[in-house]
């Protein structure tokens, strides 16, 4: 008998949290749930537990309550593989303005059915010079091209070709890099892919029951929440964008991150539903803005640690943005931004902007895709407005930094396959 179906036969009690979830949902406590949830990871609730659980919480709305998100969230991340955040933090970075040179993410929450070429993905590149870069993702669930996806497909044009005789040969892929090889990445790189199931081993119990049910759960909105970096405290990312694709979302998953101590982030959605800033027209955000402190991360850290951060202090200002006003770039219809439709033609397109490769068919998506790198520049602090972001976008792409450092990622991942074959 297995460890799993050990557990499944004596799963933890939480009939009485089904009940009142079912009967009387507002007098349930959000921690009440987080604590019901993190179960899960262990493999400590029988598959019709889990699937009722999951089912209720989103019948019931409690999903998209920002303090469950915040928790579930955090539970999520106590979960993962510990990433060494301070061995990482020891290799030089940049910094500029008033950003510190700590780790910064930009990703949605997908499902928003616009079938748009992979943004995030390409943004988190493109950013690279300048910020040090924990690109948290997984192959496609809502669309054709996830952001492991693309990745693999760009791995196998930048990676030498290497004879398949034996699996020692195989060339690396971006989901090689797992929690304790993360640092060495960092070692030649400012890029680094975080593959989900790697540093999230726990959500191989979920999996089947998500595939059964169908339906769109907690899960769908968490993972922009759990980069396994951030930890299970404090936050440790510095700087974050994170797309959501409804209007809805947008104020709620800003408390989530507030309430979760995160001072440095912005959430988008553009008017189309669209969980990126929109090329087309008008975007929503919501940003984050804790107090001005121009200590090191160290001190603050350090500060902290002592005092604790009080998360009232951080702001959620709502804005507007827009492609022209804004950034100085024209408009362009949703029908023209969509890539490819599978991994290995976006991954070409992709090169193709790394590479400098201008012609009008890519000016589109490079458009599309300097609004989501400027939005992370402003927002980290290195960029002053939109516009300058824009500017330092382009410049990453002209002077092939961004290029650098994605092959210095396939370096990495190459060096991380080799060491674990000897």
């Given amino acids: 008998m297995t460890s799993s179906s050990t557990t499944h036969d004596t799963p933890t009690p939480i009939t009485p949290l089904l009940k009142s979830l079912a009967y009387e949902p507002q007098n349930v406590s959000a921690s009440s749930i987080a604590s019901a949830f993190a179960l899960i990871f262990n493999d400590s609730l029988s598959t019709v537990q889990m699937a009722a659980l999951l089912t209720l919480l989103h019948s019931t709305g409690k999903d998209q309550d920002p303090e469950v998100l915040a928790l579930c969230s955090a539970s999520m991340r106590n979960a993962a593989s510990k990433v060494d955040v301070q061995a990482i933090m020891r290799a030089p970075a940049e910094r500029g303005g008033s950003y510190r040179g700590g780790l910064c993410d930009i990703v949605g929450t997908g499902g928003d059915g616009h079938s748009t070429f992979n943004i995030s993905t390409t943004a988190s590149i493109l950013a690279s010079p300048y910020l040090r870069i924990a690109k948290h993702g997984n192959r496609a669930s809502s669309s054709s091209s996830g952001s492991a996806d693309i990745l693999e497909n760009l791995f196998l044009s930048l990676t030498p070709s290497l004879p398949s005789s034996s699996p020692t040969t195989s060339p690396a892929t971006p989901t090689f890099v797992s929690a304790p090889t993360l640092p060495s990445i960092y070692a030649s790189t400012n890029y680094a892919f975080l593959f989900a199931p790697n540093f999230h081993p726990g959500m191989r119990f979920a999996a089947p029951i998500r595939k059964q049910l169908g339906l769109r759960t907690i899960f769908n909105l968490l993972g922009p929440l759990a980069n396994p970096v951030d ?75 002592e005092q604790g951060y009080d998360v009232s202090q951080t702001k959620i200002i709502e804005l507007t943005l827009h492609p022209t006003r804004d950034f100085g770039l024209p408009c362009h219809p949703l029908a023209e931004v969509g890539g490819g439709k599978l991994p290995h033609e976006n991954a070409e397109i992709l090169l193709r902007i790394l590479r400098n490769e201008a012609s009008p068919d890519l000016d589109p998506i490079v458009d599309f895709v300097l609004l989501n790198v400027a939005a992370l520049l402003v927002v980290a602090g290195v960029a002053k407005d939109w516009r300058e972001g824009v500017g330092l976008g382009r410049e990453g792409i002209s002077s092939g930094r961004a290029l650098k450092m994605v092959e210095g990622f396939v370096r990495g991942s190459e060096k991380v396959r080799k060491d674990g074959w000897e």
């Fill in 231 to 305: 930890g299970p405290g404090k936050p440790q990312l510095e700087a974050r964008v994170v797309g959501v694709a409804h209007q809805r979302l947008g104020p709620v998953f800003a408390e989530a991150l507030r309430l979760s101590g995160v001072r440095k982030a912005m959430v988008v959605c553009g008017l189309e539903d669209l969980d990126e800033i929109s090329c087309a027209g008008e975007t929503r955000c919501w940003r984050l803005e804790g107090p001005k402190d121009d200590s090191s991360l160290e001190k603050r850290d350090e500060t902290e640690k």
